[in-house]
């Protein structure tokens, strides 16, 4: 996805109903942590309160695929962000312990991945978003562009995108680096971006 796509994607979240419910803020939010943490989906909506430390900015993600746990750090404005959630959950009503879901349904209970994916589809569908095959985009997807993002801030920083492939890994949750590899699928900016560090490394070697 593009930044532009992901503005337009939460832009009709944030219209969902009914009206002054919590429904628009869950899916909203939900997507704009899938695209700032390359979380899975499942991994979000597992989600207790307790899991996300909003004094420090981590959220801690319990043994799931591969039975790995590990933290994730949230940058001040995510925090801000899921800490907005938060208070607006409370104003609903939801229960505070920390065992608690983080995401709730209109029922109170924990976010379905049906009813989420559900969600999501209407709204690609809405906007007509297609991948470059020309399929529908799935929410999956939120977690390549993640990874191809920061693929993409390796080259434009002049990092050695190998030598960065293992902290992603363990980022994303993966038990090796093949598992990582096959998310990275080029966008048209990371290849600018290369061809422009191939160009002056050409350019260097000649000086």
Not at 60 to 89: D, E, H, V
Not at 119 to 129: G, N, R, Y
Not at 138 to 156: C, M, P, Q, V
Request: aromatic residues 10%.
């Amino acid at each position: 996805y593009s930044e532009a796509e992901l503005q337009s994607i939460l832009r009709l979240a944030r219209q969902l109903g009914p009206p002054h419910s919590l429904r628009p803020h869950t899916s909203a939010t939900i997507f704009s942590l899938l695209w700032v943490s390359g979380m899975r989906i499942s991994e979000v909506l597992n989600l207790n309160l307790g899991d996300v430390d909003l004094e420090n900015g981590v959220i801690y993600i319990r043994q799931t695929k591969f039975y790995k746990s590990r933290l994730i750090p949230l940058s001040p404005s995510s925090t801000a962000a899921l800490r907005r959630y938060r208070n607006q959950r409370a104003r609903h009503g939801h229960s505070p312990p920390a065992t608690a879901p983080f995401f709730v349904n209109q029922r109170g209970k924990r976010c379905g991945s049906r009813g989420i994916q559900h969600v999501f589809c209407d709204i690609v569908e809405q906007l007509k978003i297609k991948t470059t095959q020309g399929r529908r985009p799935r929410i999956h997807d939120f977690r390549h562009s993640f990874a191809t993002g920061w693929l993409n801030e390796f080259y434009k920083s002049g990092k050695d995108p190998t030598a960065y492939l293992p902290i992603l890994a363990t980022y994303l949750g993966h038990s090796n680096i093949a598992n990582t590899q096959v998310y990275l699928r080029p966008s048209l900016e990371l290849l600018q971006t290369a061809g422009q560090q191939f160009k002056n490394h050409i350019h260097q070697r000649k000086g």
